[in-house]
C-alpha cells in the first residue's frame, strides 16, 4: 500500500483548544473532526453527525460511559468515510449521542487508529503532530522515528493479545503492575484504588467529563512515577478512581501521552512501541 499521512489538530471547529488529537475527515460527504481514540476498539460516529450525513439507524444494545452512566446506541447501516482522501469503511460503526460541545466544536465521533488497516504500521506522532498510515517493518519504523525524534526513546510493551485496545502493562512506583489502557482519548492518567493499596490520597479534584457531559472527580496522588517496559517516567497528579474497569486498572491519558509517539497495530499479537522522553 502506498503510505499514508494526516495532520492532527488538538483545536476545534471554532477555535477552543482541547487535550484531545483530532483529525479532519469527511463522513457521508460532510467535514468533520475526529478524535484519535486508542481506547476504541471501532469507529464511533455521534448521533447529530450520522442524522445529518442520512444514515440508517439500526437500534444497538446501550453502551455505558466513563461515569458508568448507560448511554443509548445506533449502528449505522452503510456510510463512507475518507480521510485526506483514504477510505474509512463505517458500514455497521456504532453511534452515540456525543457530549453537548461536539456539536459547536465540529467534532462527529471518535477514529480508532488501529483500526484503519489491518496489517500496516499506524504512527500516532503526537510530537510532530500528524497520523500515518505505514507498510514497512517494524525495526523500519522506529529506525526512522529515532532519527526524526532525537529527544525521544523507544520502549517495546507486549500488548493484552485478547483486546483490541491498547492495553499493556504498568505500574505506579514499586505497586504491582497492572493491565493499563493507552488511551488517546482520555484527559488525565488514572489507575484504580486497587492498583494503590495504602496509598495516601491528596484532593479531589475534576479529572474530565463522561460521554453524557457529566464531570468526574477524583482523589489524586501527587509525585508518583510510572513504570512500563524498561522506563520510569514522572507523572502529574494521577487520579485514584474507585475501581477496574473491565480488569483495566490503569488509563494512561494525554497528559502523559502528548508530545510522544505511539507506534501500533490492528493485531493485539503485535507489539506496541511507545517512544517516551529520554
Given amino acids: 500500500m502506498e503510505p499514508f499521512s494526516t495532520a492532527i489538530t488538538f483545536a476545534t471547529a471554532d477555535g477552543t483548544e482541547t487535550h484531545a488529537p483530532m483529525v479532519l475527515a469527511t463522513v457521508g460527504g460532510l467535514e468533520t473532526r475526529l478524535i484519535c481514540d486508542t481506547g476504541a476498539s471501532e469507529h464511533v460516529l455521534t448521533t447529530d453527525l450520522a442524522r445529518r450525513a442520512g ?3 439500526e437500534p444497538d444494545e446501550p453502551g455505558t460511559d466513563a461515569a458508568g452512566y448507560p448511554v443509548p446506541s445506533w449502528r449505522v447501516d452503510r456510510l463512507e468515510g ?45 510530537a510532530s503532530k500528524a497520523l500515518s498510515v ?31 485496545t491498547i492495553l499493556v502493562h504498568a505500574a505506579v512506583d514499586a505497586y504491582a503492575d497492572v493491565l493499563t489502557l493507552l488511551d488517546s482519548g482520555a484527559r488525565s492518567t488514572s489507575f484504580a484504588a486497587a492498583a494503590l493499596p495504602g496509598v495516601a490520597l491528596g484532593a479531589e479534584a475534576a479529572r474530565g467529563r463522561a460521554v453524557g457531559g457529566r464531570e468526574m472527580r477524583s482523589p489524586t496522588v501527587e509525585g508518583a512515577r510510572l513504570r512500563i517496559g524498561d522506563a520510569l517516567l514522572p507523572m502529574g497528579p494521577v487520579f485514584v478512581t474507585p475501581e477496574a474497569h473491565d480488569a483495566v486498572a490503569g488509563v494512561i491519558g494525554m497528559d502523559l501521552l502528548r508530545g510522544t509517539v ?9 507489539p506496541v512501541i511507545w517512544f517516551v522522553p529520554r
Avoid at 525495526?139 to 520502549?155: F, G, I, S, Y
Wanted: net charge negative; hydrophobic share 45%.
Fill in 82 to 126: 475518507s480521510l485526506a482522501g483514504w477510505s474509512i469503511p463505517l458500514d455497521g460503526a456504532p453511534v452515540a449521542d456525543g457530549p453537548p460541545p461536539f456539536a459547536g466544536w465540529g467534532i462527529g465521533g471518535f477514529l480508532s487508529p488501529q483500526a484503519l488497516h489491518p496489517s500496516a504500521w499506524i504512527v500516532l506522532d503526537l
Fill in 55 to 57: 444514515a440508517h439507524l
Fill in 262 to 270: 505511539l507506534v501500533i497495530a490492528a493485531d493485539p499479537e503485535r
Fill in 134 to 164: 505505514v507498510d514497512d517493518p517494524l525495526e523500519a519504523v522506529v529506525a526512522d522515528l529515532q532519527r526524526r525524534h532525537t529527544a525521544l526513546r523507544p520502549v517495546r510493551l507486549p500488548r493484552d493479545p485478547a483486546d483490541t
